[in-house]
């Protein structure tokens, strides 16, 4: 079984990157759709908010997208009806979605595909969740896997350091692991291979450099997420790379970056008053820098991971990366890689060779 895996994706109009072709191999393409599907613009109250027409459904289809994620902190921009109008609309385009649904039950029983006769159940989860945007048994929104916060200060470096944000302490849930846990084994019991989405992680420009580029709760999360059962953990929302993981026979993508954001259905909503963070800085150097992934999962063992680097346009359209570039981010995702296990190497070809099973 051959898996592409993108990261976020807002296809507001037809595309037409250079890059668009690598969806259109053999397996299933999976893409994080980081957007409702919805003609109507009612904006929460948030800082950021996005919306799409609902005809994205068939660009995403003729893009050769099998399956999405839905569960991410855009995914009720516009209210439970966003939310709504975005399901309705991929089930008429005939993509499948995981991570959204009328209950939690719903939002947390993901989807199942044939692929090349084996049996694929992918479920997708949120760690960045706005305020009632999880399901619950009797309301719309995503599956949620909460994570608890602290600050950590230390008085000496304070007063030598005065500015220097605190430490932030970060701890998932544990009745939520637990309840994703159980969700992950019942569908290894019954299918061949299980991918989680997982929507996680800081963006870099709210992020202190001393304190990333992953937060506190992300890898012992991954890993049991993998311990679990799951064969392969991709995660989205910081727009940019990460590092990949390989642990207990399964691979974590820490981060699979932005693949398709056209920006023109972001919005800043009237009335709300945030505080002050350069959040412009986000639409800088490393949002532009992001890969395709290549999954093989038909070898025994560990699946086997390959890298396409791809560069977004202006306009937020995938390229293909220039040979200076694809050197560039291969050496990025390299040095991140090895922070986890110093003998991870990404040969010139983009394979990932890891030093550990």
């Given at each position: 079984m ?89 089930d ?120 990333g ?39 974590i ?50 699946p ?38 110093p003998?991870?190497?990404?040969q ?10």
């Open positions: 051959k898996l592409v895996v993108v990261g976020d994706t807002v296809p507001a109009e037809a595309p037409n990157g250079s890059a668009l072709p690598l969806l259109a191999r053999d397996g299933v393409t999976l893409a994080n759709l980081e957007t409702p599907l919805y003609d109507h613009d009612r904006p929460e109250e948030k800082e950021v908010t996005v919306r799409a027409p609902i005809t994205t459904a068939r660009h995403l289809r003729d893009l050769g997208v099998d399956v999405v994620s839905v569960a991410n902190n855009h995914a009720l921009d516009h209210g439970a009806d966003g939310l709504l109008s975005t399901i309705s609309a991929l008429e385009a005939g993509v499948r979605h995981a991570g959204g649904g009328r209950t939690l039950g719903e939002a947390d029983a993901g989807t199942v595909l044939d692929a090349g006769g084996e049996r694929l159940t992918v479920l997708s989860f949120c760690s960045t969740l706005p305020p009632g945007a999880n399901a619950t048994s009797t309301r719309p929104g995503i599956a949620p896997l909460r994570v608890d916060q602290s600050f950590a200060f230390d008085g000496t470096t304070m007063q030598e350091q005065p500015g220097t944000p605190p430490y932030i302490r970060t701890t998932a849930q544990e009745t939520d692991v637990r309840r994703v846990e159980a969700r992950i084994r019942a569908a290894r019991a019954a299918s061949d291979r299980v991918v989680v989405c997982l929507h996680w992680g800081v963006p870099w420009c709210y992020l202190p450099e001393n304190q580029p992953l937060a506190e709760y992300q890898q012992p999360l991954g890993r049991r997420l993998i311990d679990a059962g799951a064969d392969v953990v991709v995660g989205t929302h910081p727009h940019c790379l990460h590092p990949v993981e390989q642990w207990n026979g399964g691979l993508l820490y981060s699979a970056g932005n693949f398709l954001f056209h920006t023109t259905g972001i919005g800043k909503p009237e009335l709300y008053f945030g505080l002050p963070y350069q959040g412009s800085r986000l639409f800088s150097g490393p949002w532009f820098d992001s890969a395709v992934f290549e999954i093989d999962l038909a070898r025994p063992g560990a086997e991971l390959r890298l396409t680097p791809i560069a977004l346009d202006r306009s937020g359209e995938p390229q293909r990366a220039d040979e200076e570039t694809t050197a560039r981010l291969l050496r990025t995702v390299e040095t991140y890689s090895r922070d986890i296990d003998a991870v190497r990404v010139p070809d983009g394979l990932v060779v890891f030093g550990r099973p």
